[in-house]
């Protein structure tokens, strides 16, 4: 088998960025590699995705119930494994997530109370490691920043039109509290958490991939 790393992180922490460069890196150096990200918006699979985050269940995310609402994103999931990505990470290639299960735990467990997070983050990995049959991360990195500078770099992304945000990207209190799951995630599942700020803000895009890059290193070489 493959190797497959996951960046995890709020709206706006970069993933992409640090994803794209991770996988242009790997490349250069002669690896097997692919990029992935979730929601896979071009397929079919993400329709429930599509309509969740669209506001047709309601307006808020609390309108659908974490499993529910997990289930979607873990279907759209399993298509991509299978259509895309299968052959190659059982024949050794590396993949690089921009978004996973982890997802799950950082956007959907908040939902519940605090006291039923273990029980939520048992059921998680139960259902799309062991009964989909989804691979487990090798490494998932958690790019940690903080919920103001995020939900700043999301209205600088769309220009400050709150029509084309999301249902999650709308709500500030939301993502705070997405933050909150994923630190605790991150603590339970063995996450390794990645600071991208300091007193005085973000650290440089440069500065952070570094940091990516040799954590990456660790389970590569």
């Given at each position: 088998m493959g190797k497959l790393i996951v960046l995890e992180g709020l709206d706006g922490s970069g993933k992409n960025t640090h994803?794209?460069?991770?996988t242009e890196r790997l490349t250069e150096r002669g690896a097997l590699v692919r990029k992935i990200s979730f929601p896979d918006y071009e397929e079919p699979s993400s329709a429930l995705v599509k309509m969740y985050l669209g506001g047709?269940?309601?307006?808020a995310p609390e309108d659908v119930n974490a499993y529910a609402a997990s289930s979607f994103y873990a279907v759209d999931r399993y298509a991509s494994y299978k259509k895309h990505w299968q052959k190659l990470y059982e024949e050794g290639g590396?993949?690089?997530?921009d978004r996973y299960?982890?997802?799950?735990a950082t956007h959907q467990m908040g939902k519940l109370p605090k006291e039923e997070w273990d029980g939520f983050l048992d059921w998680l990995c139960d259902y799309e490691y062991r009964l989909l049959g989804l691979p487990k991360p090798d490494l998932t990195l958690y790019l940690d920043m903080d919920p103001?500078?995020?939900f700043k770099l999301i209205e600088k992304r769309?220009?400050?039109?709150?029509?084309r945000k999301d249902i999650h990207e709308k709500d500030f209190d939301y993502l705070a509290a997405c933050r909150?799951?994923?630190?605790y995630a991150a603590g339970r599942l063995g996450w390794k958490v990645i600071k991208l700020y300091g007193e005085n803000g973000p650290y440089s895009k440069d500065e952070n991939f570094e940091k990516v890059w040799n954590a990456a290193k660790e389970v590569l070489e």
């Open positions: 994803s794209r460069r991770l047709e269940f309601g307006t590396i993949i690089i997530a299960t982890t997802s799950n103001s500078i995020s769309y220009h400050g039109d709150d029509s909150q799951s994923a630190l």
